[in-house]
């Protein structure tokens, strides 16, 4: 088995913790919404138990990547700092029992499986971490938006007023 293919079950129920870092460049959903695919994130990965003895995962990723400000039309860094809690069910229909069981936004139940791919996981986690529309805090280079308001436009009115005279 690869080493970023796991039991989900067993993960959880021996509370095992595994950590490490993954190229961008290894995420093709997500090097497809970045400027580039330069960048690490740093990932960890914990498994155990909630407070009513139901296997969890607790996936955090941080890091950076570029990605396209939809203002200025520049790729500026964006910090991945995301963390989710994974509760695992064992069909869809114990998803849903468990999800109304627990009644919290914050944690998500899904259906494990015996061969979980860490690395979608990590990616998926990225994914959501991302803005919908990412734009600078204050884009960096103004001068063409200043220029667009600078210029003032005749209205399509100003020749109607002249007719008026």
Sequence with gaps: MSAFVIDAFEYSRHKERREG???VADLNRLAQESADRSG???????????????????MSVTGAIKIMCQRCLTPFAFD????SVLVLAKDEESADEIDALLDNDEIDVIVGTKSLNIIELIEDEALLALPLSPKHPVCPDQSALEGLKASK????????KSLKN
């Design 21 to 23: 870092d993954i190229a």
């Design 40 to 58: 690490v994130l740093h990932w960890v990965l914990v498994g155990g138990t909630d407070s009513l003895g139901h296997p969890q995962l607790t």
């Design 80 to 83: 991945i700092d995301a963390e």
């Design 153 to 160: 436009k005749e209205s399509p009115f100003a020749m109607l």
